[in-house]
Structures are given as structure tokens and as C-alpha cells.
């Protein structure tokens, strides 16, 4: 039996993708906001598509500030476009 992987929605295109091919970017208790590439540390999640365009979206409309509720620092978004560019993200449209 294949193992069901879990679903999540891109918070900039809304799109539906199986939880491996998204960011995850969490809202720790400590109310840091941090890239979370294991998908394991506690707090609140977001997720992204591991495409920097899907971020830049998602700077814009301030889809990932919503989702978590709380003000997002433009060095997290610097971090986590570098990190994305790093894994070589596929555009994910
Ligand atoms: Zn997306």
C-alpha cells in the first residue's frame, strides 16, 4: 500500500502540491519566523512552493504575513529566496 503523502496549499498561487515540493516557512513559539526545510519545527506553518516566483508573490500581496498572522522581516524573505535559488527550485507553474 502506497503511503499517502500529505497535501498543502501554496499560500501565493493556491495551488494544491504534495507537502515534499513545498517551502515551509514557520512562526515559532518564540514568534521567530523561520525557513523550516524538514517541515518539523514547532509553531504555526505556512507554505510555498519552492519557486522564488510563488515567493515574490508572495511578498507582494503579503500572502505568508497573513497566513501567519504576524509580521514577516525582509531579511526572512531574503534567507529564504537565497535558500530557495540554492535548491535549484523548479518553477512550480
Ligand atoms: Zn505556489
Do not use: F, N, W
Not at 518564540?30 to 508572495?58: M, N
Not at 505568508?64 to 525582509?74: G, N, S
Amino acid at each position: 500500500m502506497p503511503k499517502k503523502i500529505p497535501v498543502r496549499q501554496c499560500v501565493a498561487c493556491r495551488q494544491q502540491k504534495e507537502k515534499p515540493q513545498l517551502a515551509r516557512i514557520t512562526r515559532t513559539p518564540q514568534g521567530d519566523i523561520v525557513y523550516d526545510p524538514k517541515g518539523k519545527a514547532p509553531g504555526r506553518g505556512a507554505y510555498l512552493c519552492k519557486s522564488v516566483s510563488c515567493l515574490e508573490k508572495a511578498i507582494k500581496s503579503r500572502a505568508l504575513a497573513r497566513a501567519l498572522d504576524c509580521q514577516i522581516p525582509d531579511e526572512v524573505y531574503d534567507t529564504l529566496r537565497q535558500q530557495l535559488m540554492e535548491e535549484g527550485a523548479q518553477d512550480g507553474e
